[in-house]
Nanobody, 125 residues
Framework: EVQLVESGGGLVQAGGSLRLSCAAS????????IAWFRQAPGKGREGVSC????????AYADSVKGRFTISYDNAKSTVYLQMNSLKAEDTAVYYC??????????????????WGQGTQVTVSS
């Protein structure tokens, strides 16, 4: 059974940092792209970052470039999203998702087959 489990969300002040984790199981890690999406209240789902696990290629949304960093630990089958210089507009539920397609800055959600349950990130201004 494929599972993606997010953790690491919480409440942080503007300018602070959080690290999200996405623990994957039930599939061959290297064959997939893992992405982080987010959805703020009343807004659509937005792609944030992705990483192709076979070659480490990454992509970021313009809104997070220079502030967020995606990485992975193959031994732990876990993808991380380090979020620095957080802003109130980063407040959202963050989801990780797995796709067999390449990591693309277009973040086509329909390409992602497996999704986690989400973790809440709240940034107070």
């Amino acid at each position: 059974e494929v599972q993606l489990v997010e953790s690491g969300g919480g409440l942080v002040q503007a300018g602070g940092s959080l690290r999200l984790s996405c623990a994957a199981s039930g599939f061959t890690f290297d064959d997939y792209t893992i992405a982080w999406f987010r959805q703020a209240p009343g807004k659509g789902r937005e792609g944030v970052s992705c990483i192709r696990l076979s070659d480490g290629s990454t992509a970021y949304a313009d809104s997070v470039k220079g502030r967020f960093t995606i990485s992975y630990d193959n031994a732990k089958s876990t993808v991380y999203l380090q979020m620095n210089s957080l802003k109130a507009e980063d407040t959202a539920v963050y989801y990780c998702a797995a796709s067999q397609y390449a990591c693309s800055p277009y973040f086509r959600s329909y390409e992602y087959t497996y999704w986690g349950q989400g973790t809440q990130v709240t940034v107070s201004s």
